[in-house]
T-cell receptor, first 114, second 109 residues
């Protein structure tokens, strides 16, 4: 059982470039989400999805797009990278979008924008 | 809005007991969860409190008081491997999971 798989693990972009961070889960979880983690700021929610075809914004959605065409995949797109998007990105999923349903995290993507 | 406040850093010695506090303000309340994250790793789920009181899982316990908007994580018999960051988390509007800024626990021999 792979759990939540994120690719790539590391990425360096130049300002203005675009890229997609991939996230896939094999646990048949309905709920998926993206977080960014910056030093001293904890985890901040970017976007989330409660099922295929349904997405919504979190705390810090600007500069990011998402889509959910299947239950398994939830890619995060940076359309025009900026240095402020340098961060560690985590994808997380859970069985139900409820407080008592644990979030399962991927190993993260470390993104640097120069 | 929603906010979860935690101390930024706590230091304790091996074998001791440490308490990590979390105070929250939420729009609606659907429970408080705790996560552990080692340096360079992914957060992992530790515990959940939906109702007031204490939940125990081995050396770790978590407590919730909804009337005080307060919870804590209690770690007993501290081990060096417990050195990590600990986050409280709660849903906002039912399905947006927000995290506190985290408490870095340093366990010293």
């Amino acid at each position: 059982n792979a759990g939540v798989t994120q690719t790539p693990k590391f990425q360096v972009l130049k300002t203005g470039q675009s890229m997609t961070l991939q996230c896939a889960q094999d646990m048949n979880h309905e709920y998926m989400s993206w977080y960014r983690q910056d030093p001293g700021m904890g985890l901040r929610l970017i976007h989330y999805s409660v099922g295929a075809g349904i997405t919504d914004q979190g705390e810090v959605p600007n500069g990011y797009n998402v889509s959910r065409s299947t239950t398994e995949d939830f890619p995060l797109r940076l359309l025009s990278a900026a240095p402020s998007q340098t961060s560690v990105y985590f994808c997380a999923s859970s069985y139900l979008p409820r407080a008592g349903s644990p979030l399962h995290f991927g190993n993260g993507t470390r993104l640097t924008v120069t | 809005g929603q906010s979860l406040e935690q101390p930024s850093e706590v230091t304790a010695v091996e074998g001791a007991i440490v308490q990590i506090n979390c105070t929250y303000q939420t729009s609606g309340f659907y429970g408080l969860s705790w996560y552990q994250q080692h340096d360079g790793g992914a957060p992992t789920f530790l515990s959940y409190n939906g109702l007031d009181g204490l939940e125990e899982t081995g050396r770790f316990s978590s407590f919730l008081s909804r009337s005080d908007s307060y919870g804590y994580l209690l770690l007993q018999e501290l081990q060096m491997k417990d050195s990590a960051s600990y986050f409280c988390a709660a849903p906002h509007n039912f399905n947006k999971f927000y995290f506190g800024s985290g408490t870095k626990l340093n366990v010293k021999p």
